[in-house]
């Protein structure tokens, strides 16, 4: 937190001393009200005590809604750049007979298809529907390498501002004006969009109920001190008050939440919700699609091969035209490999790709070919074949995905569609299992090839020939023992459990679907990056509860600090307890004051930067912070105010 921050932070941190921004945090809204009629007070009965005490009252306001302001502060900047994505641009929009008109980028609406091509900057946010091309996305995501997109498959969505470097895309529109991901993006920076979380709530509720004790105490403080012939001051008694509720927290609590979705966005993670966030401090498995999540995704045809008895040119054919409409990029390297585009035969009917069929090809003349997994092909052929048997074997056992093809009652071979592991999978798979995370991949794809992926990646389990359903049920089954999930994903097929999952982070790279039902999206398309996912939301957490220790150990300190030093004209016996030596009841109590809103200032740092997080047990974590929160923060005060006491005593008339 710099000078510059601060200055800028400042007339947010002045607007915000509307009443009305305040009823959010009652904790405040009391010091609000305390400060008004100390106002009152001291305009009625001007007193040197009188108006110290207002000034720091009002100022402990402001330093409250400086620490909310600084938080949102650090996102402006962010904004600002994502801004300059939105300019308006040229779109070429497709009408329904093909042709191509010119207009503006901002009267987009959903489903309008727009041309785009090399050199050209993408108009909205949508799915190539045909195409493809190499992106370059770093304005949004920072990174350099250009990224490729395109129709069919799990990588087809794009986003506006982003700019095409090769080839030629149609692009289906996604989103409304004003609704697209960068206007999303801009929102959480700013943090315009945030909502609190039920744990924020409930912390409220609690800080509201040790208000109301607090001014249960100060209360009967007073009757007691009338009966007594010790009577104080309503002055004296808000001024207790206020240094009693607990300020600290009540002004740090937003500041915390909001610095946490801006340690994601630094990382490239955008968390559409603050619960995905605290949800992720928690997580206890960690489900992975494999294919574009553990793996590239850049699954292509390397290999033809012909069961006994056929020949390669007839299994080059077959999977050839079982390919020709297939949009999805496996089918499409299958066309490349084979290196021949023959024209559709007429009549022809496909068959497209599902992931429940898992399987694609075409009907024509009374043939019927298909393409597919090998459990879904035999099953459709009605009968396997030892021979195809060793081949699917061959081909999962090195990670690959075997297509097997087959025509009416014959199978003809495999084609092998070959995936890279992405890289540093197994270390950050290592540190999740030290952080006491079991990771799970879950894949369409036959056992053999799932176990060969996962060995080479180091997760701990797999659920291999898993439909969407089967990924949903197995995040319901986890769920329901209690257990936090977290799922990574990148395709239509995992939106389902995306959405079920506590923490959904899709790929980037992901399609629209993907995106849209999880609650955080992963700019580097990098599943591992959940590691600092689960530390950011740790700190989140752990950082709440520290501050919420020290400011209620502050809080009680600070009775017993002041208030010896309030009765001992009256009851001389007190002195013993006066411990302090404070050097008058006056200037004890704005000392008091004086502390309560300079300790709010000192720990905005600690509340935007979060406490150090180093993978421990819960109990350690716990026993580590009641130490040094909780008996830093009873000794404090006894320390501050004593020396501000030193200070404040000097000033005439206290
Ligand atoms: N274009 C295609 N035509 C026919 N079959 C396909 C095609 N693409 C994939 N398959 C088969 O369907 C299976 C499941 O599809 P897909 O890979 O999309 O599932 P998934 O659940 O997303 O798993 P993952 O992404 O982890 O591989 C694949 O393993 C493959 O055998
Ligand atoms: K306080
Ligand atoms: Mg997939």
Known sequence: MNALTLRQALPGALRKLDPRELVRTPVMLVVWLGALLTTILSV??????????????????????????VAEGRGKAQAASLRALQQETTAFRQRTDGSVE??????????????????????????????????????????????????????????????????????????????????????????????????????????????????????????????????????????????????????????????????????????????????????????????????????????????DGVTQRELADAALLASLADETPEGRSIVDLVGERPDVPAGAVFVEFSASTRMSGLDVDGRSIRKGAASAVTAWVGRTDPGLDVLVQQVSETGGTPLVVAEQDRLLGVVHLKDVVKEGMRERFDELRAMGIRTVMITGDNAVTAKAIAAEAGVDDVLAEATPEDKLALIRKEQTGGRMVAMCGDGTNDAPALAQADVGVAMNTGTTAAKEAGNMVDLDSDPTKLIDVVEIGKQLLIT???????????????????????????????????????????????????????????????????????????????????????????????????????????????
């Open 44 to 69: 009625t009965d001007p007193s040197v005590l009188g108006w110290s005490v207002t000034v720091w009252l009002w100022l402990t306001v402001i330093f409250g809604n400086l620490a909310e302001s």
């Open 544 to 654: 709440r509860g520290a501050l919420t220790t020290f400011s209620v150990a502050n809080d009680v300190a600070k009775y017993f600090a002041v208030l010896p030093a309030m009765f001992v004209v009256a009851f001389p016996g007190i002195d013993v307890l006066n411990v302090m030596r404070l050097s008058s009841p006056e200037s004890a109590i704005v000392s008091a004051v004086v502390f309560n809103a300079l300790i709010i200032v000192a720990l905005i740092p600690l509340a935007l930067r979060g406490v150090h997080y180093k993978p421990a047990s819960a109990t350690a974590l716990l026993r580590r912070n009641l130490l040094v929160y909780g008996v830093g923060g009873l000794v404090a005060p006894f320390v501050g105010i004593k020396l501000l006491d030193l200070v404040v005593s000097l000033i005439p008339g206290l």
């Open 102 to 307: 010119e207009v503006p980028s901002t009267s987009l609406r959903k489903d309008d298809l727009v041309v785009v091509v090399a050199g050209q900057r993408i108009p909205g946010d949508g799915d190539v529907v045909e195409g493809v091309a190499s992106v370059d996305e770093s304005a949004v995501t920072g990174e350099s390498a250009p990224v490729i997109r395109e129709s069919g498959g799990d990588r087809s969505a794009v986003t506006g501002g982003t700019t095409v470097l090769s080839d030629r895309i149609v692009v289906r529109i996604t989103s409304e004006p004003g609704q697209s991901f960068v206007d999303r993006m801009i929102a959480l920076v700013e943090g315009s969009e945030r909502q609190r979380t039920p744990n924020e709530v409930a912390l409220n509720v609690l800080l509201s109920a040790l208000t109301v004790c607090f001014l249960a105490v100060v209360g009967s403080l007073w009757f007691v001190a009338d009966f007594s012939g010790a009577q104080q001051s309503v002055l004296v008694l808000t001024a207790l008050l206020v240094c009693l509720i607990p300020t600290t927290i009540g002004a740090l609590l937003s500041a915390i939440g909001i610095a946490g979705m801006d340690r994601l966005v630094r990382r490239n993670v955008l968390a559409m919700s603050g619960r995905a966030v605290e949800a992720a401090g928690d997580v206890d498995v960690l489900l992975l699609d494999k294919t574009g999540t553990i793996t590239y995704g850049n699954r292509r045809a390397s290999e033809l091969l012909p069961l």
